[in-house]
């Protein structure tokens, strides 16, 4: 079955940097375009960063792009999101997940890492 194990989340000070990493099974993940996804308290879910397959490209929210880098390793089954400038608003649960060929996410979600910016 699908696994998605989200780590490395913690609390950081304004304009500190974190990496966080998913270890993903139950897929073909050498195939698979990856996403991070993010939900702050009361906020809805939102995409952060996105990669295609080894040799595509990367995309960002406009809200973190500069800021955050996406990254993956198909030899591991993980992707990674390397955090720089961290701001009090970059604060929530972060999500991992693979995308269909519609371009959304799979219907599953694993647990998250909570990133925690004080202000």
């Known amino acids: 079955q699908v696994q998605l194990v989200e780590s490395g989340g913690g609390l950081v000070q304004p304009g500190g940097s974190l990496r966080l990493s998913c270890a993903a099974s139950g897929f073909t993940f050498s195939s698979s375009a990856m996403t991070w996804y993010r939900q702050a308290p009361g906020k809805e879910r939102e995409l952060v960063a996105s990669?295609?397959?080894?040799?595509?490209?990367?995309g960002y929210a406009k809200s973190v792009k500069g800021r955050f880098t996406i990254s993956r390793d198909d030899a591991k089954n993980t992707v990674y999101l390397q955090m720089n400038s961290l701001k009090p608003e970059d604060t929530a649960v972060y999500f991992c997940?693979?995308?269909?060929?519609?371009?959304?996410?799979?219907?599953?979600w694993g647990k998250g890492t909570l990133v925690t910016v004080p202000s």
């Open positions: 997940n693979a995308l269909r060929t519609n371009g959304m996410p799979m219907n599953y």
């Open positions: 990669i295609a397959i080894t040799g595509g490209g990367t």
